[in-house]
């Protein structure tokens, strides 16, 4: 073999070994963790497993769910911050994301600096809705109402620092009317005091609220997102009813740890936002008012920043601190 030969050989072997080595070129290899940082059977819980389940299928390897609730989802993220930058770990970031980082005065993570964004999964809107004997069908009746009576009507929450409760607050504050917030351990105990006419009026999520309109022992008046939602297309949306500019959505989506390599990140959006462009998935989540809506990583890594942003104002107006 010449000289020049051989040059061309050892060349071809490098070139050859950089590929083999470049990030992601056999991933996955292993098991991949999905960190859910809240129990088992809500909708991020359900996305988590819809989304693990396919990957599985489709990659050959195992895909777990990991729950670990706490501290309004401070727990998970903390342990998703802190794993590996690998590829291996997942974490299901939610809207309570961009609200702590607010909310609380001191957290061990940086939810922008810490995570790398992959993809947004869906976006759910809340229903605002009042107890039938309070005068109000429509949004700006109900307006009119506080207004008239500064302090009289009070909202029900599943808790300081929610949707729920942010929604009441920004509401508050877009329409210069004063209803007191009343938080509750839980979405159960707030809908039944709501149902017994304790509290006035409520902002929650369209599967704990709709059934009780459906029923006629709530009024609904509008929904939180900037469309309607097809689960309840007679019901306009706060913004077109009276509020403009009003928006409160809850939303979704995967991250990774900080250093992740690009390449494998670029893998797990492809694959994922082909699987949240499944129809029968998007079905299966429509019924149940979310709305999937994959993104390009720079789409979602812009949304957080937007959203953190947002409640930043809301929570500095309202004076919300964690309890």
């Not at 098991?31 to 988590?48: E, H, L, N, Y």
């Not at 939180?224 to 019901?235: C, D, F, I």
């Not at 893998?267 to 499944?278: A, F, H, K, S, Y």
């Given at each position: 073999?010449t ?14 070994n ?6 992601g070129?056999?991933?996955?290899a ?8 809240f129990?088992a ?13 396919k ?28 794993s ?7 974490f ?16 061990p ?15 759910t ?6 107890h ?14 506080a207004?008239?009576h500064?302090?009289?009507l009070?909202?029900s929450s ?27 351990k ?5 809908m039944a005091?709501l ?12 599967l704990t609220?709709?059934p009780?309109?459906?029923a ?18 007679e019901?306009?949306t706060v ?5 403009k ?8 989506g995967?991250v ?11 893998r ?6 082909r699987i ?12 149940q008012?979310?709305?999937l ?24 107006l309202?004076g919300?601190?964690?309890?």
């Amino acid at each position: 073999m010449t000289l020049r030969a051989c040059f061309i050989l050892l060349a071809a072997i490098a070139v050859a070994n950089v590929h083999a080595q470049a990030p992601g070129a056999n991933y996955p290899a292993k098991q991949i963790r999905v960190i859910v940082p809240f129990p088992a059977g809500g909708p991020t819980d359900a996305i988590a497993r819809a989304i693990g389940q396919k990957l599985s299928e489709t990659w050959g390897q195992p895909v777990i769910v990991d729950n670990r609730p706490g501290a309004g989802g401070n727990i998970g993220t903390e342990l998703a911050a802190k794993s590996p930058a690998d590829g291996y770990t997942l974490f299901i970031g939610t809207v309570a994301n961009a609200i702590n980082q607010s909310l609380f005065a001191k957290l061990p993570f940086d939810f922008v600096r810490d995570f790398a964004p992959v993809t947004q999964n869906y976006v759910t809107g809340l229903i605002l809705a009042v107890h039938p004997s309070l005068p109000a069908h429509s949004v700006k009746e109900l307006i009119a109402l506080a207004k008239a009576h500064p302090g009289q009507l009070s909202y029900s929450s599943s808790g300081v620092g929610g949707t729920p409760h942010l929604a009441g607050e920004l509401f508050n504050s877009m329409a210069g009317v004063t209803m007191v917030h009343v938080p509750y351990k839980g979405s159960a105990p707030a809908m039944a005091d709501l149902l017994g006419g304790h509290i006035q009026l409520t902002f929650d999520n369209m599967l704990t609220v709709l059934p009780q309109v459906k029923a006629g022992k709530l009024r609904g008046l509008a929904v939180t997102m900037t469309t309607r939602s097809p689960l309840t297309p007679e019901l306009p949306t706060v913004a077109e009813a009276g509020l403009k500019g009003f928006e409160v959505k809850s939303w979704n989506g995967v991250v990774v740890p900080t250093g992740t390599p690009k390449e494998i990140i670029a893998r797990l959006n492809g694959e994922i936002v082909r699987i949240l462009r499944q129809p029968d998935l998007r079905e299966k989540f429509l019924v149940q008012g979310v709305e999937l809506v994959p993104t390009t990583p720079e789409e979602f890594g812009a949304f957080i920043k937007q959203d953190i942003a947002k409640w930043a104002k809301v929570i500095q107006l309202s004076g919300a601190r964690a309890e």
